[in-house]
């Protein structure tokens, strides 16, 4: 018999990703019964079929930032089980560790404020904060851009939105070069091998100079 078996699991941002995997995991181990939290209530269903032969669940379209919201959620699971054994809050987490191996957390991501599932590294700016990617949740759902600082500080700096932003990057960002160059287009008519001297304008920089030969 599993150690999980009678055990009563509740997991957050279980519609897809690592939270799905999860909710999974905890089915082969026989896990009593598996609560599927996030607010994509569609794809929560299509969990919980995944699981139904093997675990008992329950689904809730639940905004985990909305207190009155978990709440009601908690008191419906209650109602039907005496108690929560395993809470899996499943957004993600930031962390740092050092060369010595002490493990620091410095934030646990909350799917709806801050975005959740971040797949991507970090980047470091010449600032000293660092920026990333989540693929998942923020005010859309669809992922979210950030800063954090190095103690823990966490800013986001968009909420992607799927018309004009595309959404759910799997990817890192990337340090735009000081100056990104730009030149603005420029005709110049010479006759056959004779030199002319020529200077570009544009943006991102001072006057491009070139000789013409």
């Known amino acids: 018999m599993s150690k999980l078996s009678g055990k009563i699991v ?3 941002g279980a519609s897809s990703g690592i939270g ?3 909710a999974l995991e905890f089915a082969k181990l026989e896990a009593k019964a598996i609560i599927l939290v996030a607010r994509n209530k569609e794809r929560l269903s299509q969990v919980s079929s995944e699981i139904d032969e093997k675990s008992e669940s329950m689904i809730f379209g639940c905004d985990i930032s909305n207190k009155s919201e978990v709440l009601e959620m908690a008191k419906e699971v209650l109602s039907v089980y005496d108690t929560v054994d395993i809470l899996v809050n499943n957004a993600g987490t930031i962390f740092k560790i050092t060369p010595a191996k002490v493990y620091t957390v410095l934030r646990h991501l909350t799917q709806s404020t801050d975005g959740s599932n971040p797949k991507g590294s970090l980047v470091q700016h010449s600032n000293g904060n660092f920026y990333g990617m989540t693929s998942a949740g923020g005010t859309n759902n669809l992922g979210t851009i950030f800063k954090i600082t190095s103690n823990g500080t966490y800013t986001v700096l968009r909420n992607f939105t799927m ?11 990337m340090l735009a070069p000081v100056n990104n160059l730009v030149a603005n ?3 110049i008519t010479t006759d056959e091998d004779v030199k002319k001297a020529f200077m570009m304008s544009g943006s991102g920089g001072m006057g491009w100079i070139g000789i013409l030969a």
Do not use: C, E, Y
């Open 185 to 187: 287009p420029l005709s």
């Open 163 to 173: 018309a004009t932003d595309g959404g759910n990057p799997f990817g890192s960002l």
């Open 20 to 22: 799905r995997s999860t």
């Open 10 to 12: 509740v997991i957050t």
